[in-house]
Protein backbone atom coordinates (compact mmCIF):
# COMPACT_ATOMS: atom_id res chain seq x y z
CA UNK A 1 0.00 0.00 0.00
CA UNK A 2 2.77 2.34 0.86
CA UNK A 3 4.37 1.50 -2.16
CA UNK A 4 1.43 1.92 -4.17
CA UNK A 5 1.21 5.28 -2.70
CA UNK A 6 4.90 6.52 -3.33
CA UNK A 7 4.12 5.40 -7.11
CA UNK A 8 1.10 7.24 -7.46
CA UNK A 9 3.48 10.09 -6.24
CA UNK A 10 2.12 10.50 -3.00
CA UNK A 11 5.16 10.66 -0.93
CA UNK A 12 4.13 11.51 2.58
CA UNK A 13 4.41 8.40 4.24
CA UNK A 14 2.35 7.98 7.26
CA UNK A 15 5.06 5.79 9.45
CA UNK A 16 2.65 4.43 11.95
CA UNK A 17 1.68 2.35 9.11
CA UNK A 18 5.03 1.05 8.66
CA UNK A 19 5.42 -0.07 12.41
CA UNK A 20 4.17 -3.64 13.14
CA UNK A 21 0.91 -3.42 14.75
CA UNK A 22 0.46 -4.63 18.64
CA UNK A 23 0.50 -8.34 19.57
CA UNK A 24 -3.13 -8.05 20.93
CA UNK A 25 -5.83 -4.94 21.11
CA UNK A 26 -8.92 -4.72 22.37
CA UNK A 27 -10.87 -1.95 22.12
CA UNK A 28 -14.25 -0.72 24.23
CA UNK A 29 -15.09 -4.15 24.80
CA UNK A 30 -18.42 -4.57 26.51
CA UNK A 31 -20.59 -7.70 27.70
CA UNK A 32 -23.41 -8.55 29.18
CA UNK A 33 -24.93 -11.56 31.07
CA UNK A 34 -28.50 -10.95 31.47
CA UNK A 35 -28.84 -7.53 32.40
CA UNK A 36 -25.30 -6.91 34.28
CA UNK A 37 -22.69 -5.57 32.66
CA UNK A 38 -19.63 -7.97 33.47
CA UNK A 39 -17.53 -5.69 31.22
CA UNK A 40 -17.78 -1.93 30.72
CA UNK A 41 -15.97 -0.65 27.65
CA UNK A 42 -12.67 -2.10 28.13
CA UNK A 43 -9.63 -1.39 26.18
CA UNK A 44 -5.99 -2.43 26.02
CA UNK A 45 -3.15 -2.99 24.25
CA UNK A 46 -0.33 -5.48 24.90
CA UNK A 47 3.26 -5.81 23.21
CA UNK A 48 5.48 -8.34 21.88
CA UNK A 49 6.86 -10.45 25.07
CA UNK A 50 4.85 -8.73 27.57
CA UNK A 51 3.67 -10.30 30.53
CA UNK A 52 0.80 -9.01 31.64
CA UNK A 53 -1.34 -9.56 34.79
CA UNK A 54 -5.12 -9.41 34.87
CA UNK A 55 -5.42 -8.52 38.93
CA UNK A 56 -9.11 -8.33 40.33
CA UNK A 57 -11.01 -9.79 42.66
CA UNK A 58 -13.56 -12.63 41.45
CA UNK A 59 -16.30 -11.74 39.64
CA UNK A 60 -15.14 -8.26 38.23
CA UNK A 61 -14.83 -9.35 34.78
CA UNK A 62 -10.91 -10.85 34.40
CA UNK A 63 -11.89 -14.38 33.26
CA UNK A 64 -14.66 -13.09 30.84
CA UNK A 65 -11.87 -10.50 29.83
CA UNK A 66 -9.35 -13.61 29.05
CA UNK A 67 -12.90 -15.49 27.73
CA UNK A 68 -13.04 -12.81 24.52
CA UNK A 69 -9.68 -13.00 24.09
CA UNK A 70 -9.76 -16.38 23.48
CA UNK A 71 -12.91 -16.71 21.38
CA UNK A 72 -14.87 -18.42 23.74
CA UNK A 73 -17.30 -15.30 24.08
CA UNK A 74 -18.25 -12.83 21.76
CA UNK A 75 -18.25 -9.41 23.33
CA UNK A 76 -21.88 -7.39 22.80
CA UNK A 77 -19.64 -4.93 21.20
CA UNK A 78 -15.93 -3.62 20.98
CA UNK A 79 -13.17 -5.34 18.88
CA UNK A 80 -10.31 -7.79 19.09
CA UNK A 81 -7.30 -7.75 16.90
CA UNK A 82 -4.38 -10.11 16.79
CA UNK A 83 -1.16 -8.52 14.75
CA UNK A 84 -3.96 -6.39 13.30
CA UNK A 85 -6.40 -8.82 12.60
CA UNK A 86 -9.64 -8.11 13.45
CA UNK A 87 -10.38 -11.88 14.66
CA UNK A 88 -13.57 -10.89 16.96
CA UNK A 89 -15.77 -13.42 15.22
CA UNK A 90 -13.24 -15.99 14.80
CA UNK A 91 -13.35 -18.98 16.86
CA UNK A 92 -10.85 -20.46 19.20
CA UNK A 93 -9.67 -23.05 16.69
CA UNK A 94 -8.73 -20.21 14.52
CA UNK A 95 -6.80 -17.84 16.94
CA UNK A 96 -3.16 -17.98 16.77
CA UNK A 97 -3.20 -18.53 21.15
CA UNK A 98 -3.39 -20.65 23.47
CA UNK A 99 -5.12 -21.13 26.93
CA UNK A 100 -3.85 -22.89 29.93
CA UNK A 101 -7.05 -23.61 32.04
CA UNK A 102 -7.55 -23.26 36.15
CA UNK A 103 -7.98 -26.99 36.29
CA UNK A 104 -6.08 -27.84 33.79
CA UNK A 105 -8.08 -29.86 31.41
CA UNK A 106 -6.17 -32.46 30.97
CA UNK A 107 -7.75 -34.99 28.27
CA UNK A 108 -7.81 -38.24 30.56
CA UNK A 109 -7.80 -40.70 27.93
CA UNK A 110 -4.34 -39.98 26.23
CA UNK A 111 -0.90 -40.29 28.35
CA UNK A 112 0.96 -36.85 29.10
CA UNK A 113 2.90 -37.39 25.34
CA UNK A 114 -0.32 -37.53 23.45
CA UNK A 115 -2.01 -34.32 25.29
CA UNK A 116 0.96 -32.44 24.82
CA UNK A 117 0.87 -33.10 21.08
CA UNK A 118 -2.62 -32.87 20.39
CA UNK A 119 -2.24 -29.49 18.58
CA UNK A 120 0.60 -30.99 16.47
CA UNK A 121 -1.27 -34.09 15.43
CA UNK A 122 -4.47 -31.85 14.52
CA UNK A 123 -2.16 -29.26 12.49
CA UNK A 124 -1.21 -33.07 11.13
CA UNK A 125 2.70 -32.39 11.57
CA UNK A 126 4.76 -35.32 10.59
CA UNK A 127 5.40 -37.74 12.78
CA UNK A 128 9.02 -37.31 13.96
CA UNK A 129 8.73 -32.88 13.75
CA UNK A 130 5.82 -33.87 16.28
CA UNK A 131 8.13 -35.99 18.64
CA UNK A 132 10.95 -33.78 18.09
CA UNK A 133 8.43 -30.18 19.31
CA UNK A 134 6.26 -32.70 22.07
CA UNK A 135 9.69 -33.87 23.46
CA UNK A 136 11.32 -29.95 23.69
CA UNK A 137 8.27 -29.02 24.87
CA UNK A 138 8.16 -31.46 27.87
CA UNK A 139 11.85 -30.42 28.78
CA UNK A 140 11.18 -27.12 29.00
CA UNK A 141 8.33 -28.04 31.69
CA UNK A 142 10.95 -30.58 33.27
CA UNK A 143 8.57 -33.29 32.97
CA UNK A 144 11.19 -35.35 29.92
CA UNK A 145 10.27 -39.00 30.89
CA UNK A 146 6.65 -38.47 32.02
CA UNK A 147 6.05 -39.10 28.07
CA UNK A 148 3.94 -42.65 28.95
CA UNK A 149 2.23 -41.94 31.91
CA UNK A 150 -1.33 -41.22 32.68
CA UNK A 151 -2.33 -37.73 33.66
CA UNK A 152 -4.74 -39.32 36.13
CA UNK A 153 -1.38 -40.40 37.71
CA UNK A 154 0.00 -36.89 38.18
CA UNK A 155 0.51 -34.51 40.78
CA UNK A 156 -1.00 -30.95 40.66
CA UNK A 157 2.56 -29.57 40.09
CA UNK A 158 3.06 -32.32 37.45
CA UNK A 159 -0.50 -31.36 36.17
CA UNK A 160 0.04 -27.97 35.75
CA UNK A 161 3.16 -28.36 33.56
CA UNK A 162 1.50 -30.49 31.09
CA UNK A 163 -1.11 -27.97 30.72
CA UNK A 164 1.58 -25.29 30.25
CA UNK A 165 3.94 -27.77 27.91
CA UNK A 166 0.71 -28.22 25.88
CA UNK A 167 -0.30 -24.74 25.38
CA UNK A 168 3.58 -24.09 24.43
CA UNK A 169 4.17 -26.95 22.06
CA UNK A 170 2.37 -25.05 18.82
CA UNK A 171 4.20 -22.08 19.34
CA UNK A 172 1.38 -19.34 20.10
CA UNK A 173 2.05 -15.58 20.03
CA UNK A 174 -0.08 -15.33 23.04
CA UNK A 175 -0.60 -17.61 26.36
CA UNK A 176 -3.52 -17.03 28.50
CA UNK A 177 -3.35 -18.57 31.78
CA UNK A 178 -6.41 -18.73 33.88
CA UNK A 179 -5.59 -19.19 37.48
CA UNK A 180 -3.40 -21.40 36.78
CA UNK A 181 -1.76 -21.86 40.32
CA UNK A 182 -5.33 -21.58 42.16
CA UNK A 183 -4.48 -25.42 42.88
CA UNK A 184 -1.38 -25.27 43.99
CA UNK A 185 0.69 -25.27 47.73
CA UNK A 186 1.93 -22.19 48.36
CA UNK A 187 6.10 -23.18 48.10
CA UNK A 188 5.03 -25.01 45.33
CA UNK A 189 2.96 -22.00 43.41
CA UNK A 190 6.64 -19.51 44.54
CA UNK A 191 8.54 -22.15 42.51
CA UNK A 192 6.29 -22.09 39.67
CA UNK A 193 5.90 -18.34 39.65
CA UNK A 194 9.84 -18.37 38.93
CA UNK A 195 9.70 -21.12 36.59
CA UNK A 196 7.03 -19.45 34.66
CA UNK A 197 8.68 -16.23 34.43
CA UNK A 198 10.97 -17.61 33.55
CA UNK A 199 10.04 -19.18 30.21
CA UNK A 200 8.48 -16.76 29.35
CA UNK A 201 11.51 -14.61 29.22
CA UNK A 202 13.41 -17.20 27.23
CA UNK A 203 10.41 -18.02 24.75
CA UNK A 204 9.58 -14.20 24.08
CA UNK A 205 5.40 -15.63 24.09
CA UNK A 206 3.23 -12.70 25.49
CA UNK A 207 1.46 -13.89 28.61
CA UNK A 208 -1.48 -12.60 29.84
CA UNK A 209 -2.13 -13.98 33.76
CA UNK A 210 -5.40 -13.67 35.46
CA UNK A 211 -5.05 -13.65 39.22
CA UNK A 212 -6.38 -12.41 42.70
CA UNK A 213 -3.28 -13.05 44.15
CA UNK A 214 -1.51 -9.64 44.39
CA UNK A 215 1.82 -10.64 44.96
CA UNK A 216 1.72 -13.32 42.03
CA UNK A 217 1.13 -10.18 40.04
CA UNK A 218 3.56 -7.86 41.69
CA UNK A 219 6.53 -10.58 41.36
CA UNK A 220 5.91 -12.00 37.41
CA UNK A 221 3.90 -9.14 35.65
CA UNK A 222 5.75 -6.06 33.12
CA UNK A 223 2.38 -4.43 33.90
CA UNK A 224 -0.47 -5.17 35.72
CA UNK A 225 -4.15 -4.40 34.99
CA UNK A 226 -6.61 -3.94 37.79
CA UNK A 227 -9.95 -4.81 37.28
CA UNK A 228 -12.93 -3.93 39.20
CA UNK A 229 -16.38 -3.59 38.30
CA UNK A 230 -16.17 -4.43 34.74
CA UNK A 231 -13.35 -1.94 34.19
CA UNK A 232 -9.86 -1.49 34.03
CA UNK A 233 -9.14 0.68 37.28
CA UNK A 234 -5.28 1.20 36.43
CA UNK A 235 -3.07 -0.11 34.13
CA UNK A 236 0.62 0.15 34.82
CA UNK A 237 3.86 -1.60 36.02
CA UNK A 238 4.16 -3.27 39.22
CA UNK A 239 5.51 0.00 40.67
CA UNK A 240 3.25 1.79 39.57
CA UNK A 241 0.65 0.47 40.88
CA UNK A 242 1.79 -0.60 44.50
CA UNK A 243 3.64 3.39 44.29
CA UNK A 244 0.58 5.52 42.67
CA UNK A 245 -2.24 3.92 43.15
CA UNK A 246 -4.95 6.07 41.21
CA UNK A 247 -8.13 4.72 43.57
CA UNK A 248 -8.76 3.79 46.85
CA UNK A 249 -10.02 0.22 45.22
CA UNK A 250 -6.46 -0.10 43.97
CA UNK A 251 -4.48 1.08 46.64
CA UNK A 252 -6.37 -1.11 49.47
CA UNK A 253 -6.29 -4.44 46.90
CA UNK A 254 -2.83 -4.20 45.74
CA UNK A 255 -1.29 -4.31 49.13
CA UNK A 256 -2.50 -2.03 52.70
CA UNK A 257 -3.45 1.58 52.19
CA UNK A 258 -4.45 3.69 55.36
CA UNK A 259 -7.49 5.91 53.66
CA UNK A 260 -6.58 9.59 54.90
CA UNK A 261 -10.81 10.76 56.48
CA UNK A 262 -11.96 13.98 55.36
CA UNK A 263 -10.67 15.54 59.41
CA UNK A 264 -7.58 14.10 59.12
CA UNK A 265 -7.01 15.40 55.29
CA UNK A 266 -8.13 18.99 56.88
CA UNK A 267 -5.83 19.08 59.68
CA UNK A 268 -2.95 17.84 57.48
CA UNK A 269 -3.30 20.72 55.42
CA UNK A 270 -3.43 18.40 52.34
CA UNK A 271 -5.13 19.41 48.93
CA UNK A 272 -8.84 20.71 48.34
CA UNK A 273 -11.76 19.59 49.72
CA UNK A 274 -12.50 16.22 49.55
CA UNK A 275 -9.57 15.22 48.08
CA UNK A 276 -8.77 11.68 48.64
CA UNK A 277 -4.98 10.68 50.50
CA UNK A 278 -3.45 7.28 51.43
CA UNK A 279 -0.37 6.48 53.20
CA UNK A 280 1.29 2.88 53.14
CA UNK A 281 1.86 1.39 56.71
CA UNK A 282 5.76 1.27 55.68
CA UNK A 283 5.66 4.84 54.88
CA UNK A 284 4.14 5.44 58.40
CA UNK A 285 7.17 5.92 61.53
CA UNK A 286 4.69 4.97 64.75
CA UNK A 287 6.72 7.60 67.17
CA UNK A 288 6.11 8.22 70.67
CA UNK A 289 7.84 12.11 70.08
CA UNK A 290 8.24 12.48 66.42
CA UNK A 291 9.99 15.78 65.59
CA UNK A 292 7.23 16.72 62.78
CA UNK A 293 9.17 18.90 60.14
CA UNK A 294 6.98 21.16 57.42
CA UNK A 295 7.99 18.18 55.16
CA UNK A 296 5.94 16.10 57.28
CA UNK A 297 2.30 14.99 58.21
CA UNK A 298 1.76 13.87 61.81
CA UNK A 299 -0.91 12.63 63.10
CA UNK A 300 -1.87 12.00 66.64
CA UNK A 301 -2.87 8.18 67.34
CA UNK A 302 -3.63 5.82 69.88
CA UNK A 303 -2.33 2.07 69.84
CA UNK A 304 -5.14 -0.67 69.84
CA UNK A 305 -2.58 -3.39 69.53
CA UNK A 306 0.47 -4.99 67.66
CA UNK A 307 1.05 -8.22 66.43
CA UNK A 308 4.83 -9.87 65.48
CA UNK A 309 5.48 -10.63 61.75
CA UNK A 310 8.77 -12.03 61.54
CA UNK A 311 10.93 -9.03 60.12
CA UNK A 312 8.35 -6.43 61.39
CA UNK A 313 6.05 -5.56 64.21
CA UNK A 314 2.32 -4.53 63.03
CA UNK A 315 1.01 -1.76 64.65
CA UNK A 316 -2.32 -1.39 64.90
CA UNK A 317 -3.15 2.43 65.44
CA UNK A 318 -6.74 4.37 65.63
CA UNK A 319 -5.47 8.02 64.53
CA UNK A 320 -7.31 11.66 65.43
CA UNK A 321 -10.56 12.28 63.24
CA UNK A 322 -10.23 9.32 61.49
CA UNK A 323 -13.46 7.42 60.27
CA UNK A 324 -13.31 4.32 63.20
CA UNK A 325 -11.37 2.21 60.56
CA UNK A 326 -7.93 1.26 62.16
CA UNK A 327 -4.81 2.07 60.52
CA UNK A 328 -1.66 0.20 60.43
CA UNK A 329 2.01 0.75 60.16
CA UNK A 330 5.44 -1.56 60.22
CA UNK A 331 7.67 -1.00 63.30
CA UNK A 332 10.66 -2.83 63.69
CA UNK A 333 10.37 -6.06 65.49
CA UNK A 334 11.80 -4.87 68.33
CA UNK A 335 10.07 -1.90 69.36
CA UNK A 336 7.62 -2.18 71.39
CA UNK A 337 3.97 -0.46 72.19
CA UNK A 338 1.46 -1.15 74.36
CA UNK A 339 -2.63 -0.45 73.69
CA UNK A 340 -3.46 2.69 74.92
CA UNK A 341 0.20 4.22 74.00
CA UNK A 342 -0.54 7.97 72.88
CA UNK A 343 1.88 7.79 69.58
CA UNK A 344 2.58 10.42 66.57
CA UNK A 345 2.18 8.58 63.12
CA UNK A 346 4.53 10.44 60.88
CA UNK A 347 4.56 10.20 57.55
CA UNK A 348 7.17 12.47 54.66
CA UNK A 349 4.70 14.39 52.69
CA UNK A 350 6.39 12.91 49.48
CA UNK A 351 5.38 9.47 50.78
CA UNK A 352 1.19 10.60 51.02
CA UNK A 353 -0.20 8.99 47.96
CA UNK A 354 -3.01 10.87 46.33
CA UNK A 355 -5.94 9.49 44.87
CA UNK A 356 -8.78 9.83 42.38
CA UNK A 357 -12.22 10.32 44.14
CA UNK A 358 -13.90 8.26 40.98
CA UNK A 359 -12.36 7.08 37.61
CA UNK A 360 -13.78 8.44 34.42
CA UNK A 361 -14.96 5.62 32.18
CA UNK A 362 -12.14 5.36 29.18
CA UNK A 363 -8.84 6.40 30.70
CA UNK B 1 -25.85 -73.30 67.60
CA UNK B 2 -25.53 -69.73 66.14
CA UNK B 3 -28.36 -68.13 66.11
CA UNK B 4 -30.00 -67.89 62.37
CA UNK B 5 -29.72 -63.48 61.66
CA UNK B 6 -33.53 -62.71 60.96
CA UNK B 7 -32.48 -60.43 58.45
CA UNK B 8 -30.62 -63.59 56.48
CA UNK B 9 -33.23 -65.48 56.28
CA UNK B 10 -35.65 -62.69 55.19
CA UNK B 11 -33.38 -61.69 52.54
CA UNK B 12 -33.06 -65.88 51.68
CA UNK B 13 -36.37 -65.93 51.14
CA UNK B 14 -36.41 -62.48 49.03
CA UNK B 15 -33.25 -63.96 46.82
CA UNK B 16 -35.58 -67.24 46.38
CA UNK B 17 -38.33 -65.80 45.13
CA UNK B 18 -36.84 -64.20 42.68
CA UNK B 19 -34.30 -66.98 41.53
CA UNK B 20 -35.70 -70.16 42.40
CA UNK B 21 -38.53 -70.67 39.35
CA UNK B 22 -35.17 -69.91 37.15
CA UNK B 23 -32.97 -72.79 39.00
CA UNK B 24 -36.47 -75.21 38.60
CA UNK B 25 -36.63 -73.92 35.26
CA UNK B 26 -32.85 -75.30 34.04
CA UNK B 27 -33.22 -78.24 36.14
CA UNK B 28 -36.10 -79.23 34.26
CA UNK B 29 -34.62 -78.34 30.57
CA UNK B 30 -32.80 -81.79 31.60
CA UNK B 31 -36.13 -83.22 32.44
CA UNK B 32 -36.43 -86.82 30.06
CA UNK B 33 -39.98 -86.28 30.38
CA UNK B 34 -42.04 -84.96 27.42
CA UNK B 35 -44.13 -82.83 29.80
CA UNK B 36 -42.80 -81.08 32.99
CA UNK B 37 -44.69 -82.47 35.51
CA UNK B 38 -42.71 -85.43 37.03
CA UNK B 39 -38.98 -85.67 37.06
CA UNK B 40 -37.55 -88.99 35.22
CA UNK B 41 -34.12 -88.57 34.52
CA UNK B 42 -31.48 -86.50 32.81
CA UNK B 43 -31.30 -85.93 29.30
CA UNK B 44 -29.21 -83.39 27.26
CA UNK B 45 -31.89 -84.09 24.15
CA UNK B 46 -33.56 -81.42 24.42
CA UNK B 47 -30.69 -78.73 23.49
CA UNK B 48 -30.03 -80.94 20.76
CA UNK B 49 -33.76 -80.65 19.26
CA UNK B 50 -33.48 -76.75 19.46
CA UNK B 51 -30.56 -76.74 17.24
CA UNK B 52 -32.34 -78.73 14.87
CA UNK B 53 -35.58 -76.37 14.73
CA UNK B 54 -35.28 -74.46 11.96
CA UNK B 55 -38.25 -72.34 12.60
CA UNK B 56 -36.51 -71.79 15.76
CA UNK B 57 -33.28 -70.96 14.53
CA UNK B 58 -35.00 -68.40 11.83
CA UNK B 59 -37.15 -66.50 15.49
CA UNK B 60 -33.61 -66.11 16.95
CA UNK B 61 -31.70 -64.90 13.81
CA UNK B 62 -34.65 -62.38 13.63
CA UNK B 63 -34.12 -61.21 16.80
CA UNK B 64 -30.82 -60.94 17.30
CA UNK B 65 -30.78 -58.65 14.00
CA UNK B 66 -33.71 -56.60 15.35
CA UNK B 67 -31.88 -56.46 18.77
CA UNK B 68 -28.66 -55.28 16.66
CA UNK B 69 -30.02 -52.65 14.52
CA UNK B 70 -32.11 -51.13 17.54
CA UNK B 71 -29.38 -51.06 19.90
CA UNK B 72 -27.36 -49.26 17.04
CA UNK B 73 -30.42 -46.77 15.85
CA UNK B 74 -31.16 -45.80 19.88
CA UNK B 75 -27.12 -45.36 20.64
CA UNK B 76 -26.94 -43.26 18.14
CA UNK B 77 -29.88 -41.12 18.48
CA UNK B 78 -29.34 -41.50 22.29
CA UNK B 79 -25.63 -39.82 21.87
CA UNK B 80 -27.19 -36.57 20.27
CA UNK B 81 -29.76 -36.88 22.34
CA UNK B 82 -27.73 -36.83 25.15
CA UNK B 83 -25.56 -34.25 23.99
CA UNK B 84 -28.53 -32.06 23.09
CA UNK B 85 -29.73 -32.12 26.73
CA UNK B 86 -26.96 -32.28 28.57
CA UNK B 87 -24.11 -30.09 26.95
CA UNK B 88 -25.80 -27.81 24.94
CA UNK B 89 -26.80 -24.41 26.34
CA UNK B 90 -30.00 -24.82 27.96
CA UNK B 91 -32.67 -24.25 24.96
CA UNK B 92 -36.33 -23.52 25.81
CA UNK B 93 -38.15 -26.23 26.64
CA UNK B 94 -35.52 -28.49 27.43
CA UNK B 95 -36.57 -29.95 30.71
CA UNK B 96 -39.68 -30.71 28.43
CA UNK B 97 -38.24 -32.59 25.30
CA UNK B 98 -35.97 -34.90 28.56
CA UNK B 99 -39.34 -35.20 29.95
CA UNK B 100 -40.86 -36.80 26.01
CA UNK B 101 -38.10 -38.69 25.98
CA UNK B 102 -38.25 -40.96 28.99
CA UNK B 103 -42.24 -40.98 28.74
CA UNK B 104 -42.08 -44.36 27.06
CA UNK B 105 -40.47 -45.60 30.76
CA UNK B 106 -43.43 -45.18 32.50
CA UNK B 107 -46.05 -45.56 29.92
CA UNK B 108 -47.58 -48.96 29.48
CA UNK B 109 -46.42 -51.37 26.89
CA UNK B 110 -49.01 -52.56 25.41
CA UNK B 111 -50.14 -48.41 24.83
CA UNK B 112 -46.92 -48.54 23.06
CA UNK B 113 -47.48 -51.01 21.05
CA UNK B 114 -50.97 -50.43 19.80
CA UNK B 115 -50.02 -46.91 19.21
CA UNK B 116 -46.89 -47.88 17.00
CA UNK B 117 -48.93 -50.49 15.69
CA UNK B 118 -51.52 -48.02 14.48
CA UNK B 119 -49.33 -45.34 13.04
CA UNK B 120 -47.48 -47.86 10.86
CA UNK B 121 -50.89 -48.88 9.56
CA UNK B 122 -52.29 -46.13 8.97
CA UNK B 123 -49.13 -44.42 7.72
CA UNK B 124 -48.76 -47.81 4.92
CA UNK B 125 -45.55 -48.85 6.43
CA UNK B 126 -45.02 -52.34 6.31
CA UNK B 127 -44.73 -54.94 9.02
CA UNK B 128 -41.19 -56.26 8.98
CA UNK B 129 -37.59 -56.11 10.00
CA UNK B 130 -37.18 -52.31 9.63
CA UNK B 131 -40.66 -51.21 11.81
CA UNK B 132 -39.88 -54.09 14.27
CA UNK B 133 -36.20 -52.55 15.06
CA UNK B 134 -37.67 -48.67 15.04
CA UNK B 135 -40.11 -49.28 17.21
CA UNK B 136 -37.14 -50.86 19.50
CA UNK B 137 -35.09 -48.44 19.04
CA UNK B 138 -37.70 -46.02 20.27
CA UNK B 139 -38.57 -48.21 23.07
CA UNK B 140 -34.76 -48.35 24.44
CA UNK B 141 -34.12 -44.73 23.70
CA UNK B 142 -34.73 -43.57 27.41
CA UNK B 143 -32.40 -46.29 28.59
CA UNK B 144 -29.43 -45.24 25.90
CA UNK B 145 -30.81 -41.35 27.07
CA UNK B 146 -29.85 -41.46 30.64
CA UNK B 147 -27.09 -44.00 30.80
CA UNK B 148 -25.51 -41.20 28.07
CA UNK B 149 -26.50 -38.21 29.30
CA UNK B 150 -25.07 -38.83 33.23
CA UNK B 151 -21.44 -39.22 31.40
CA UNK B 152 -22.03 -36.53 29.23
CA UNK B 153 -22.79 -34.35 32.35
CA UNK B 154 -19.95 -35.84 34.04
CA UNK B 155 -17.82 -34.05 31.26
CA UNK B 156 -19.40 -31.08 31.00
CA UNK B 157 -18.07 -28.68 33.39
CA UNK B 158 -14.21 -29.58 33.01
CA UNK B 159 -13.82 -27.90 29.76
CA UNK B 160 -11.86 -30.44 27.97
CA UNK B 161 -13.95 -29.71 24.74
CA UNK B 162 -12.74 -25.85 25.23
CA UNK B 163 -9.27 -26.88 25.86
CA UNK B 164 -10.02 -28.69 22.84
CA UNK B 165 -10.90 -26.20 20.60
CA UNK B 166 -8.39 -23.50 21.99
CA UNK B 167 -5.76 -26.49 20.88
CA UNK B 168 -7.07 -25.88 17.23
CA UNK B 169 -9.80 -28.45 17.12
CA UNK B 170 -13.17 -27.77 15.24
CA UNK B 171 -16.18 -28.19 18.12
CA UNK B 172 -17.03 -31.41 16.13
CA UNK B 173 -13.28 -32.71 16.60
CA UNK B 174 -13.21 -31.57 19.99
CA UNK B 175 -16.25 -33.55 20.52
CA UNK B 176 -15.50 -36.50 18.71
CA UNK B 177 -11.82 -36.72 20.34
CA UNK B 178 -12.81 -35.97 23.64
CA UNK B 179 -16.55 -36.21 24.64
CA UNK B 180 -17.18 -38.88 22.49
CA UNK B 181 -14.18 -40.72 23.22
CA UNK B 182 -14.41 -40.27 26.87
CA UNK B 183 -18.06 -41.55 26.72
CA UNK B 184 -17.58 -44.74 25.06
CA UNK B 185 -17.81 -47.11 27.89
CA UNK B 186 -21.74 -45.39 28.35
CA UNK B 187 -22.17 -45.13 24.98
CA UNK B 188 -21.52 -49.09 24.25
CA UNK B 189 -22.74 -49.72 27.95
CA UNK B 190 -26.53 -47.76 26.52
CA UNK B 191 -25.93 -49.93 22.97
CA UNK B 192 -25.74 -53.09 25.29
CA UNK B 193 -28.59 -52.33 27.32
CA UNK B 194 -30.69 -51.73 24.42
CA UNK B 195 -29.95 -54.94 22.93
CA UNK B 196 -30.68 -56.70 25.83
CA UNK B 197 -34.10 -55.26 26.31
CA UNK B 198 -34.88 -55.33 22.82
CA UNK B 199 -34.07 -59.15 22.42
CA UNK B 200 -35.97 -60.24 25.45
CA UNK B 201 -38.92 -57.47 24.63
CA UNK B 202 -42.47 -59.68 23.88
CA UNK B 203 -45.06 -57.08 23.87
CA UNK B 204 -44.19 -54.01 21.37
CA UNK B 205 -42.80 -57.25 19.21
CA UNK B 206 -46.02 -58.90 19.44
CA UNK B 207 -48.04 -56.28 18.12
CA UNK B 208 -45.56 -54.85 15.54
CA UNK B 209 -44.33 -58.11 13.76
CA UNK B 210 -45.68 -58.78 10.81
CA UNK B 211 -46.56 -62.29 8.80
CA UNK B 212 -43.20 -63.85 8.60
CA UNK B 213 -41.29 -62.01 10.91
CA UNK B 214 -41.27 -63.44 14.24
CA UNK B 215 -38.91 -62.65 17.23
CA UNK B 216 -37.96 -65.59 20.00
CA UNK B 217 -40.09 -64.40 22.58
CA UNK B 218 -43.19 -64.15 20.53
CA UNK B 219 -41.86 -67.63 18.98
CA UNK B 220 -41.42 -69.04 22.74
CA UNK B 221 -45.38 -67.37 23.50
CA UNK B 222 -46.18 -69.96 20.87
CA UNK B 223 -44.70 -72.77 21.28
CA UNK B 224 -45.95 -72.18 24.96
CA UNK B 225 -50.10 -72.60 23.28
CA UNK B 226 -49.52 -76.15 23.96
CA UNK B 227 -47.80 -76.53 27.07
CA UNK B 228 -44.59 -75.93 28.71
CA UNK B 229 -42.00 -78.44 27.31
CA UNK B 230 -38.70 -79.16 27.96
CA UNK B 231 -37.89 -77.50 25.29
CA UNK B 232 -39.12 -74.15 26.04
CA UNK B 233 -37.02 -74.50 29.42
CA UNK B 234 -34.12 -75.34 27.77
CA UNK B 235 -34.32 -72.06 25.11
CA UNK B 236 -35.27 -70.27 28.10
CA UNK B 237 -31.47 -71.92 29.85
CA UNK B 238 -29.73 -70.68 26.97
CA UNK B 239 -31.61 -67.12 27.22
CA UNK B 240 -30.68 -66.31 30.49
CA UNK B 241 -27.03 -67.87 29.95
CA UNK B 242 -26.63 -65.00 27.40
CA UNK B 243 -27.94 -62.69 29.57
CA UNK B 244 -25.67 -62.94 32.21
CA UNK B 245 -23.05 -63.17 29.84
CA UNK B 246 -24.19 -59.92 28.59
CA UNK B 247 -24.23 -58.26 32.31
CA UNK B 248 -20.86 -59.42 32.79
CA UNK B 249 -19.43 -58.10 29.60
CA UNK B 250 -21.00 -54.93 30.10
CA UNK B 251 -19.71 -55.16 33.82
CA UNK B 252 -16.12 -55.00 32.87
CA UNK B 253 -16.35 -52.51 30.08
CA UNK B 254 -17.63 -49.98 32.53
CA UNK B 255 -14.92 -51.25 34.98
CA UNK B 256 -12.13 -50.85 32.67
CA UNK B 257 -12.52 -47.63 31.69
CA UNK B 258 -13.74 -46.14 35.22
Known amino acids: MIINEMEKGNLEIDFSRTSAPPLLRIENIVKRFASTRILNQVSLTI ?71 FSLELKKFP ?3 IRKRTLEALELVQLLGFERRKTGEL ?134 NPVCSPQTVCIPSIVIDTAYAGSVRQVFFNPENGNGKAWVAYAGNSDSFSPGDKVWAKIKVENVISLCQKIEVNQ | ?52 DAALWKSFLTSLGVAITAAAISSL ?85 EAAQDLGATPW ?3 VKITLSLAKPAILGGALLAFTISFEDFTTSFFISGIG ?21 ALSSILLGLTIAALIFDRILLREKS
Open chain 1, 47 to 117: EKGEFVTFLGPSGVGKTTALRIIAGFEKPDSGRVYLSGEDVTDLPPYRRNLHTVFQHYALFPHYDVFKNVA
Open chain 1, 127 to 129: KDE
Open chain 1, 155 to 288: SGGQMQRVALARALVGRPALLLLDEPMGALDFKLRKMMQIELKNIQKKLGISFIYVTHDQDEALTMSDRIAVFNNGRIEQLGTPQEIYDRPRTAFVAEFVGTANIFSEKIRAAAGLGSENALFAARPEKILVHK
Open chain 2, 1 to 52: MKKPNPLAIYASVIYGFLYLPLAVMFVFSFDKAPRNIVWTGWTGEWYLHLFH
Open chain 2, 77 to 161: IGVFAAYALAVRPRFKGRGAYSALINLPLIMPEIVMGVGILIFFVKARVPLGFWSLSSAHAMITLPYTVSLIRARFLSLRDSQME
Open chain 2, 173 to 175: QAF
Open chain 2, 213 to 233: ITTLPVKIYSMMKFGVTPEIN
